[in-house]
């Protein structure tokens, strides 16, 4: 059975940091994408960072680009998301996901099959 467990998430101010970790069990193989998604209220769950556990190959959307980074240590099945230069915009509610593949190009585009409950950032302005 597979299990997602998020944390560290919380309330900062615009500027501010936080690392969100993701600890992973009962995944088979590394061949798998590891990915930090978020969803704000009345807003569409948006894929923020993806990663890919045999590689350490990485995506991410846009809006984080150089202010977010995905990174894991294989050896504790965790995966990390380190927001810095947080932004009010990156207020949500965001989960962990995995799913297996292939190779990294599925990383940032393929659905995922297992999901976390969530942990909450809050950026006040």
């Known amino acids: 059975q597979v299990r997602l467990m998020e944390s560290g998430g919380g309330s900062v101010q615009a500027g501010g940091s936080l690392r969100l970790a993701c600890a992973a069990s009962g995944l088979a193989t590394l061949s798998r994408c590891m990915g930090w998604f978020r969803q704000a209220p009345g807003k569409e769950r948006e894929r923020v960072a993806s990663?890919?556990?045999?590689?350490?190959?990485?995506h991410y959307t846009d809006s984080v680009k150089g202010r977010f980074t995905i990174s894991q240590d294989t050896a504790k099945n965790t995966v990390y998301l380190q927001m810095n230069s947080l932004k009010p915009e990156d207020t949500a509610m965001y989960y962990c996901?995995?799913?297996?593949?292939?190779?990294?190009?599925?990383?940032?585009?393929?659905?995922?099959?297992?999901w976390g409950q969530g942990t909450q950032v809050t950026v006040s302005s």
């Open positions: 990663i890919f556990s045999r590689d350490d190959s990485t």
């Open positions: 996901a995995a799913g297996y593949s292939t190779g990294s190009y599925w990383c940032g585009r393929m659905e995922y099959n297992y």
